[in-house]
Nanobody, 117 residues
Framework: VPLVESGGGLVQAGESLTLSCEGR????????VGWHRQRPGEGREFIAS???????YTENLMEGRSTISRDNEKATAYLTITNLKHEDTAVYYC????????????WGQGTQVTVSS
């Protein structure tokens, strides 16, 4: 598995958590990384991405409650979500896109986040 997500679980509404995405056996340091989620019964949604140099792009999906970051020395990217809401309940996936195409060709297995209200 080229990417391994962790950090999910059962949390209370209003709490925060940080998800991790570790790259294994892929050119992580030169790849862009994106976080996505899939809520029950819905399609996959793009949340945010970060370039190899740390430039970020975030959709307004979570109304400013998400922050993406990375540590290339640890081959790990992170997604911090604050003020969690019940509707944030989903499987969260990370994906990596290496040059030159920068298409998301590496995916993790996902980590479940369940928010109780």
């Amino acid at each position: 598995v080229p990417l391994v997500e962790s950090g999910g679980g059962l949390v209370q509404a209003g709490e925060s958590l940080t998800l991790s995405c570790e790259g294994r056996g892929i050119p992580f340091s030169i790849s862009a990384v994106g976080w996505h989620r899939q809520r029950p019964g819905e399609g996959r949604e793009f949340i945010a991405s970060i370039s190899s140099e740390g430039a970020t792009y975030t959709e307004n999906l979570m109304e400013g409650r998400s922050t993406i970051s990375r540590d290339n020395e640890k081959a790990t990217a992170y997604l911090t979500i604050t003020n969690l809401k019940h509707e944030d309940t989903a499987v969260y996936y990370c994906a990596a896109a290496k040059p030159p195409k920068f298409e998301y060709e590496y995916w993790g297995q996902g980590t479940q986040v369940t928010v109780s209200s």
